[in-house]
């Protein structure tokens, strides 16, 4: 071989090969990258830090939670791999409705959920707690969770992202396949209330308007003179037949 050819081929042969080596370290450094704008649960960013959001849970105890209308009961609800779970059927504790120990009256808070085929759960506002009120629907209005499969589905004003009973949705929207998260939104101001499913306005409501009484008056509620009456109260997650489950749940007040 000619001894000429013989350096030039070598040569040629180390260039290309830290070309490559280059090419594959920076495809891992991108991955790297990239793997690191991931945002994880239940943590808030800076910016939401500086915005005036707050977490509603940690992703790893029920603090800030407690069982509705028993503040010393242990709840089936349980964080379990930074997810706030409930689960009627398998879990351990006492069943419920799981409460906010705080009180709000105008916020903005956000949350993810999802649920099994067929499943059925909601998030209450303004609740109040006492003997008197058995249930926190009882007092709360509700922002339905319903998969598409259950058979309450075929009732418009029944359906996810809708202020339960009231109305059918603002905007026609799917909930996600089952096991995938979905994402939800309640904005209420001076009782002025808005819900958001999956990015879109899907119910909105006046507590104080002569239209929201009347709706009540005339509703499966006539009979719970405190139902959708105040401004003010807990938030509450529903227990009801099947599995449910939360995770960033965040609330600012406004």
């Known amino acids: 071989m000619n001894r000429k050819f013989y350096f030039l081929s070598v040569f040629f042969l180390v260039v290309a090969s830290c070309k490559n080596d280059k090419k594959t370290m920076n495809n891992s450094d991108t991955e790297v990258i990239e793997e690191s704008n991931i945002m994880l649960p239940n943590i808030l960013t800076d910016e939401e830090k500086s915005e005036g959001w707050s977490l509603l849970f940690d992703g790893e105890t029920t603090e800030g939670w407690h069982l509705y209308n028993d503040v010393d009961a242990k709840p089936i609800w349980a964080a379990i791999d930074g997810i706030l779970t409930c689960d009627p059927l398998n879990g351990n504790g006492e069943h419920g409705d799981l409460v906010s120990d705080q009180s709000y009256e105008n916020y903005d808070f956000t949350f993810e959920w999802k649920m099994t085929e067929s499943g059925n759960s909601g998030v209450f506002v303004n609740v109040h707690e006492n003997e008197e009120f058995e249930e926190a629907w009882f007092t709360g209005p509700e922002y339905q969770l319903l998969d598409a499969s259950n058979k309450d589905f075929s009732i418009e004003e029944k359906r996810s992202g809708c202020l339960y009973g009231y109305a059918p949705q603002l905007t026609p929207t799917p909930t996600k396949a089952v096991g995938e998260w979905n994402t939800a939104r309640i904005i209420q101001e001076n009782g002025k209330i808005e819900f958001y499913l999956n990015g879109n306005l899907t119910a909105k409501a006046d507590f104080n ?46």
């Not at 009484?213 to 227990?239: C, M, R, W």
């Open 209 to 254: 308007s002569q239209e929201w009484k009347d709706y009540v008056a005339n509703s499966g509620f006539k009979n719970f003179p405190h139902f959708g009456a105040s401004t003010k109260g807990h938030i509450t997650l529903q227990e009801w037949t099947s599995p449910v489950w939360f995770r960033n749940l965040k609330i600012k007040e406004l």
